[in-house]
């Protein structure tokens, strides 16, 4: 039997896969250890690459290298994902049957995408597959056994990429990845596959009728794979004896089925069928050997049915006489549909290891971010609801001179408490350190606006060109938009960007803040003497210390200092809550496919900080009826006090001093949260800058590439043929017909006509035309010298076979009279066999 059909494989280019996977994996994966992906992507990178030069070899070897690319690129796909707007790397691929025509170049295919990677690896893996499955012994059981897995398991890959191609490659494919051809690979490896199965039950000696019926749904395979083969749009692509193959497979099995039908009738005592089917089976090989042409084996089984036939017919003529039936009486021969497409296998390699295995999935990661992110939004605002109460309360007792007023009853020159407030400030620094703090801000703040302005600039002067370009060339300039693609990185860049611009606001705020009590500060930051002298004398209030007011304000105070001691502690664990998400997250990916991260996230916090979020509640409710209570002892305590001028100046003085010392432990707060806020940004805003830049030269290679293929298809386009030279500057008459033309004279009123070839004007009209000097005897009309092999007997020329010789009576083309009526000048005769054609220079009739 003829030899099975093996796809031929794609044909690929070695790619960079480490720098842009690492990229993405330093800038995404921000807490990942670099040892735990380095060696990983070396080694994806060499998998690669050997995936390229593995896959000429015909041996299931070569077929477990392609096995654990394609399994890795399936385990990557959800951790570092490779597109044209996340990871930017250009995947080339050749169509499979390209010869390397000069329209190659059209048949070929590069896109950023690991989905057209992981359609065009699996596309090789068929290939590869089919070359194995053909290349095995088929006398051999082994080899048969494997035959029919790989064409079954070839049968599936390609049934499974005509479902999922246009999907997975987002724009019009390469020839060899049509739906239509997929289909057709698909119906010829089944075909294949039966066919093996069909040997093996011939090797093993099975009975007639079950053979009989394995060759006839070979048959109806063969005939679907023909049908969808001879489809219009893919007709053209197969090479030259693929078809002819098939067509005369698709007879041969048929006929093999009614060879072993025609068994089993011979077995029943149904000879007049047995003859029948052998009748019919010889009709189909020779149906097969007219359409296989070179391809034809099936000679030894013709000669064997030929034997039967003979021996058949020869036994009923003498013996039985059975009646010989019409084919259309005798009864179906049944299918035995035994090969079936395999599933595409997951993994497909059974000793596959994740090289990545310590990188999370990117919905895990951003799921995990999406957390953190909301967990962030709730520290800060209970955070925040917890310092802006102390800060009210910090402003209140302030604006009351408390704790001083109290203080300030003992007679010292200065409270215990406002010098103890002057050494902590001291020992931060004062307000040196301040200043050095404030001087820092705008550094840092010119330096993120400056690294996320190039990068704007970047994408904008990148999507300029682009448009530029594509106005220029219009459809030609098939790329895609860079709108489509910036569109993530522009709304990271304009978050970044509104993220600056609310910190430019609170920096005002802070510096307004600062200027408001940096005098106060600096009083507090000088030493205990120069503190003493700014302070005016203490009021004669002594015989207050031990009144029951001051008691009362005293312990309200300490109320004031636990509310705040007690604060801390709640501020500690709002910020150290945590919670392991990684696992419930992994778990909701496993079980549904996806990751409800909302649901998920906002059950866990709920569960955290509800009670965090309650005693921030009950502390500020307590705030409120101490502050109530402080205040209504205050106004009391002022009543009793003997009030004087110094006495209120000193008053005044303690409270800005007060509240300079709480203005001074938040701006110092504040300013270092600013500081830690602009170097933590200065990093993302590198990445997001690298990433532009890694995206921009991308970018302008993919441009570059396809100007080249632009400016090749515009030098190669033939360029329109030069008009026609006028007579009078010497240039030959032009013929105005795409007829040939015709050495004898013409009717000029005919369309197209020409003069004749003699020079002289014709009087076609009267039909007076005179040849230019008569004939010498024995010669003819003198010829004008013609191109080699042109025969002036058969006007046709160039014109379909069929109408090279008109029927009498009929008008060829450029004719005025019928063919066959008489010009009005001697005809010539056609040349007898072996003579020269006329027309040669120097050559005449004899």
């Known amino acids: 039997m003829a030899a099975l059909i093996s796809v031929p494989l794609k044909k690929t280019y070695e790619v960079d896969l480490v720098k842009p996977l690492r990229t993405f994996i330093q800038n995404t994966f921000t807490q990942a250890n670099s040892d735990d992906y380095n060696q990983a992507l070396s080694e994806f990178n060499k998998l690669r690459n050997t995936m390229i030069t593995k896959s000429v070899d015909k041996h299931e070897s070569a077929l477990e290298v392609l096995y654990r690319y394609y399994d890795q690129l399936v385990a990557i796909e959800n951790k570092l994902p490779i597109a044209e707007n996340q990871i930017r790397v250009q995947f ?500 549904e496919g996806m990751i409800n991260e909302e649901a998920i996230s906002q059950a866990e916090l709920d569960r955290i900080y509800s009670p965090l979020r309650e005693q921030v509640s009950d502390s500020i409710h307590r705030q409120e009826m101490v502050l109530a209570q402080i205040q209504n002892a205050n106004t009391e305590f002022c009543n009793a006090k003997t009030s004087n001028q110094n006495a209120a100046q000193r008053e005044t003085l303690l409270k800005d001093l007060a509240a300079g010392f709480d203005s001074f432990m938040e701006l110092k707060s504040n300013i270092e949260e600013g500081t830690k806020f602009y170097n933590d940004l200065t990093p993302l805003l590198v990445r997001l800058q690298t990433k532009i830049n890694d995206f921009c030269f991308a970018r302008k290679t993919e441009k570059d590439e396809l100007m080249a293929d632009l400016q090749k298809a515009i030098v190669n386009t033939p360029s329109q043929a030069p008009p026609i030279t006028p007579r009078y500057q010497g240039g030959p008459p032009q013929a105005t017909s795409s007829a040939p033309s015709l050495p004898y004279p013409v009717n000029p009123n005919q369309p197209g006509m020409t003069q004749n070839p003699f020079g002289q004007p014709g009087n076609f009209p009267g039909g007076n035309w005179q040849a230019p000097y008569p004939p010498q005897p024995g010669q003819g009309y003198p010829m004008p010298q013609m191109p080699a092999g042109y025969n002036p007997y058969n006007p046709y020329m160039g014109y379909p076979a069929q109408n090279a010789y008109p029927q009498q009576g009929q008008n060829p083309p450029g004719y005025a009279p019928p063919y066959g009526q008489p010009y009005p000048y001697p005809q010539q005769q056609p040349p007898q066999a072996g003579y020269p054609y006329p027309g040669y220079p120097g050559q005449q009739y004899r």
């Open 92 to 591: 080339k691929w050749r169509d499979a049957f390209d010869e390397g025509s000069f329209l190659s170049g059209k048949r070929t295919l590069a896109i950023a995408s690991a989905a057209y990677e992981k359609v065009c690896l699996l596309f090789n893996i068929a290939s590869l597959q089919s070359q194995i499955a053909a290349a095995q012994n088929q006398e051999n059981n082994d080899g048969l056994k494997l035959t029919v897995k790989l064409f079954q398991q070839a049968c599936g890959i390609y049934g499974h990429l005509k479902d999922i191609v246009l999907s997975h490659v987002q724009q019009d494919p390469t020839p060899d990845l049509n739906p239509d051809t997929l289909s057709a690979l698909s119906s010829l490896m089944l075909a294949q596959a039966q066919e093996a199965i069909y040997r093996k039950a011939t090797q093993d000696k099975m009975k007639e009728a079950m053979i009989a019926k394995l060759a006839y749904q070979t048959s109806e395979l063969y005939s679907d794979a023909m049908k969808l083969m001879q489809l219009g749009s893919i007709r053209d692509l197969w090479p030259k004896d693929w078809l002819p193959t098939v067509v005369m497979k698709q007879a041969g099995f048929h006929a093999m089925a009614e060879f072993y039908q025609s068994i089993v009738a011979q077995q029943t005592k149904s000879y007049g069928e047995e003859i029948a089917r052998l009748q019919h089976a010889q009709e189909l090989l020779a149906a097969s050997q007219n359409r296989g042409g070179a391809t034809f084996n099936f000679k030894a089984e013709q000669a064997k049915i030929q034997r039967a036939l003979d021996t058949a017919t020869k036994d009923n003529n003498f013996i039985y006489h059975d009646k010989i039936p019409d084919l259309k009486t005798l009864q179906p021969i049944g299918k035995a549909v035994v090969a079936k497409a395999a599933p595409v296998a997951q993994p497909m390699s059974t000793k596959f290891t994740d090289l990545f295995e310590k990188i999370v999935p990117l919905p895990v990661h951003e799921a995990l971010t999406a957390f953190e992110n909301r967990k962030s939004q709730i520290v800060s605002m209970e955070v925040g609801r917890l310092r802006n109460a102390t800060e009210m309360m910090n402003s209140v007792l302030a604006s009351l001179n408390l704790p001083a007023a109290l203080e300030d009853l003992s007679g010292e020159r200065v409270p215990q408490s406002v010098l103890e407030k002057a050494q902590q400030i001291q020992e931060l620094g004062g307000l040196t350190k301040l200043d050095k703090l404030m001087s820092d801000l705008p550094e840092l703040l010119t330096r993120n606006r400056e690294i996320l302005d190039e990068s704007i600039k970047a994408l904008d002067d990148e999507e300029r060109s682009d448009v530029q370009l594509r106005e220029q060339f219009k459809e030609r300039w098939t790329r895609t938009p860079s709108a489509s693609l910036t569109k993530p990185m522009r709304d990271e860049a304009m978050k970044y960007k509104n993220i600056l611009d609310t910190a430019i606001q609170a920096d005002h705020i802070v510096k307004n803040k600062y200027d408001t009590h940096k005098n106060a500060i600096a009083l507090l930051s000088k030493p205990k003497a120069e503190l003493e002298t700014a302070l005016p004398a203490a009021s004669a209030a002594g015989s207050l210390q031990n009144s029951a007011v001051v008691k009362k304000l005293r312990d309200l105070i300490e109320q004031v200092n636990t509310i705040k001691a007690e604060r801390d502690v709640i501020e500690v664990e709002v910020k150290d809550a945590k919670c392991d998400m990684s696992s419930k997250f992994f778990a909701a990916l496993a079980s």
